[in-house]
């Protein structure tokens, strides 16, 4: 299997650090292209803080040896938003962060890692936080 396009969402919490860089090297390791993308929900009234984190971002993918670094940012529900850049991109590996929620938080919640996974349109990376 040749991959040439890893997608890598990010939702800036302090697992992102850990998934950049397992997504860095396996872009590394692959050659592939490696995009960074944040999803903001249609709730989030405030400004977008993001731009800078996803500049420092990018440089960190670099330094740990991902060559064709790209970001992103678009705003909608993160599940669908970030299947759509999927496809768009014809990714062929999305490595996205799991949190592990559990039971009553899933359910109310939902589960962005779970519904990416069960409807991307190519294979899905779960990469679990360290635990703390």
Known sequence: M???SILCPLDFSAATPGLVAYAA???AATGAELRLLHVREPQ???????ADRLV???LAAEQAGATHVSTGTVQGEAAPEIVAEAGRRHA???VIGAHGQTGLTR???GNTAEVVLRTAPC????V???AA
């Open 2 to 4: 040749t991959l040439t």
């Open 25 to 27: 090297a396996l872009a």
């Open 44 to 50: 989030d009234a405030a400004p977008p803080a993001g």
């Open 56 to 58: 420092s971002l990018r």
């Open 92 to 94: 062929d590996l999305i």
């Open 107 to 109: 359910f109310l919640m």
């Open 123 to 126: 294979p899905t990376l779960l």
């Open 128 to 130: 679990r936080a360290p």
